[in-house]
């Protein structure tokens, strides 16, 4: 009831039942809880903050609780509001090439058998190593699966903005270290000279 009396920031990454379950305690006596789980992220009265992009949203926090975006999400939108700055981005269509981390060590042990260690396959639904497995999380009604959404739906609400974004998950067989390639549709035209110099000035960004 007490445990965070004195607690000023509570960074939580136990899972979303975890969050919720503890949330009312962590934030009883002021405490900010900063959330890593997706237990929050579109609850409207919880700020979703990526820093570089809408660092002031995290001011704003009705319920004491500021969420953490997905993995995928964070990394492209540093990348998109380079971008937004010249020109509002109209649509996205993103491929994301996840490592075993974003599924958590028994994921990371599975790709042992590289090692030439017997492993179970259970982690996933086909084994990992010397393969890809073009899902992440489960198919929702509309085709896309849970993680593709996660990028459209967060996306927005972090940038403020009718943007659409269609993107493609994949596990590739690397321990870590994410990545993804970002085909953006802008309202005004921009050159190649601008996408770099944008770039090189971005916050969080480096252009190699």
Known sequence: ??????????????????????????????????????????????????????????????????????????????????????????????????????????????????????????KFAYQLAYNVIPQIDVFTDNGYTKEEMKMYNETKKIMHSDIEVSAMCVRVPALRAHSESIWIETEQPISVEQARKAIEEGEGLVLM
């Open 1 to 122: 009831n007490d445990d965070f009396k004195d607690v000023d920031i509570a960074f939580t990454s136990a899972g979303g039942d975890t969050s919720q379950e503890f949330a009312e305690t962590i934030t009883k006596y002021g405490a900010v809880m900063i959330d890593n789980s997706s237990a929050f992220r579109m609850d409207p009265d919880v700020p979703l903050v990526v820093p570089e992009c809408n660092a002031k949203d995290a001011l704003n926090r009705p319920r004491g609780i500021i969420a953490n975006p997905n993995c995928t999400t964070i990394m492209m939108v540093v990348a998109l509001q380079a971008f937004e700055n010249i020109s509002h981005i109209k649509r996205v269509h993103v491929s994301s090439y996840q490592a075993a981390s974003g599924a958590g060590q028994a994921a990371m042990d599975e790709l042992q058998v590289l090692a030439g260690e017997p492993v179970k396959v259970e």
